[in-house]
């Protein structure tokens, strides 16, 4: 063992735990052939001695556990739910701060007090005293100590403080761990359900697996005798029951073997009768067992029933339909462009029950403005700057809620986080709007997979049917024109917003066009809260034109050319759309991509002299064509609006 590791190790026994060198083999593990317990100690000396030992590793040593202290072993590998099993106890009942050590895989020791002579038992891994994911190592455990290596990674401090009580709750929940379950004898639901006798009946006649002699036959039938239990089904009922429809099944039959088998639960099994019900799916999720009931009393389906009931219609907060109480936008935009400034100022506004430039005021709101990012002093100043736009002040209900003044706020797709969010909007009093400030910064994993959001998705929905309206920003990536990573998240949102950068004018602090990708709310009446617009913050007060009124520079080139290439397309070997489509105008000409793309290169539009470098070239002219709304596409066809016009240098002659 390294020098460095056995100070590691002495530091740990001069905190006045006992250590023992870990196995070369195994490096978690105790060496091979040697009794750890006799192996450890906090006297110096022994320590240098053992840890030299040829079977030693040279990286890993272990803790004791259990004399004064015990730890709590919070594990995340191989998707074990550690993390979040914390946090809701957490949140719960509450761990005080203690010390603690990262592990290589993200989980923590948590090392807690106990009286002084207290043996307490480590976890039984079928009853465990924490939940799923964190194990109590105590009386004659261990832990690998800090500082050890491994192949994924250091055991690190990361709060050396004093030990903590272990607390009250834990004790009591110990308690419980020891606590055999008493024999139930009165059902959950009453004794033989008719409902239920016949679900037992086709479960014994066709579902249940025969009982076979010599092939754990006895063994088969208790079992089924328990699963007919389980549906409240008395003694006397599921012994005629089993004799009637099951007996005949086995292998040979049993007769009167079976009446004896068909009583054993009710004198062994520990569990109560009735835990199934006729009309109820049992399955297990995640290790979880879920139950759904089948009760579709009450859902409309034909299409009389939706004509004719009745649904509350959504509460406008700003516009016509931009932010609604049935709203999910998402707001798309490059860092540094004034997401923020442009979050806040809406914010104001629907608190206030006032108009923002061209959206007209809709009723007043409550409003929770969740910031993950910004600095607090930067926010701050911010805050003052939109006070000033209003006079002063900002009347109404608007409350925000800096990450940095709630760090203990577990990731928002997490259960735990949505518990814990939905705690805080209680306290506040309730709100009618959240901003969410950013998808990065509020939650945990990798935005370029759809597990990300796939996670805090059944949440995002609930909070539509509780009539809370949504504003989500995202940052975009490298293409600009997109959100970061992974663009299903955008599937269930009912409004799409990208921010774009735009030539700032003189004097103004911000600029910036804003498009409408995704528009679900637009109709006749509303459509102008979901036109394209330039808005600029200029000597504090913001303004904004409608893009199509702004002064179109020189296009991309490449644009250019490929725009010419799909008009000479078209009008060559275009199809005139006849048939019905929601998505395209009828009569209008359509080509499909490959088309297009080949006229474009036989144009001259090159990035380069590889095919890749001419594919990407004629990417980018498509996503800025589209992006303009120049050029519009379902299903792979493309055509032209009928208001679209020429750009300038375009050239539709040669």
Known sequence: MTKKMIGHALAMAGRGYDVFPLGKLKPKEPIKGKSWLALMTREPGRIKATFKMKDASADTYAVVTGDGFVVVDVDVRDAKKGAETYDMLDMEYGFPKTFTVRTPTGGFHYFYKIPAGLKIGSDNKDRPVFGPGIDLKAWHGFVVGPGSKTELGTYEIVKDVPLADLPPWAF?????????????????????LPENVERVTHYLKYEAEPAIENANGTLTAYKVACHVRDYAISKDTCRNLMIEHYDERCVPPFFDEMEYQAAKPYRYAKNRPGTHQAGTLEFCDSGVVVKL?????????????????????????????????????????PTGLGKTMFGLEVAAAIAMGKGFLHWKAGRKARVLYLD????????QERLKELADRHGGEITGGFDLLSREDAEDMPPLNREAGQRWLDAFIKHIGGVDL??????????EGDPKEPEQWAKIKPYVLNLTKRRIAQIWFHHTGIEEGRGYGDKTREWMLTTVVVMERVTTPPGADVAFALKFPKKRGSKRGN???FEPVVLTLKDDVWGFTPLEAQKKGRPPKAATIALTALREALEERGATQTEVNPHIPSGVKVIDRKTWESYALARGLSGGETKDAKRKAFKRAETNLLTEQTVSTWDGQYWLPSDAEPWPGENITD
Do not use: H
């Open 172 to 192: 009591e929940r110990m308690k419980l761990r020891g606590e055999r379950p008493e024999k139930y004898t009165e059902p959950l639901q009453p004794w033989d």
């Open 293 to 333: 009931k089948f009760d579709f009393t009450g859902i409309a389906t034909s299409f009389k029933d939706w004509l004719e009931r009745e649904l509350p219609e959504p509460d406008p907060l700003l516009g016509a339909a931009l932010v609604t109480s049935l709203s999910r936008l998402l707001i798309i935009g």
């Open 372 to 379: 993950g990012e910004m600095p607090r002093g930067e926010m």
């Open 434 to 443: 959240i901003i969410f400030d950013n998808v990065q910064c509020l939650l």
């Open 527 to 529: 459509r102008q809260d």
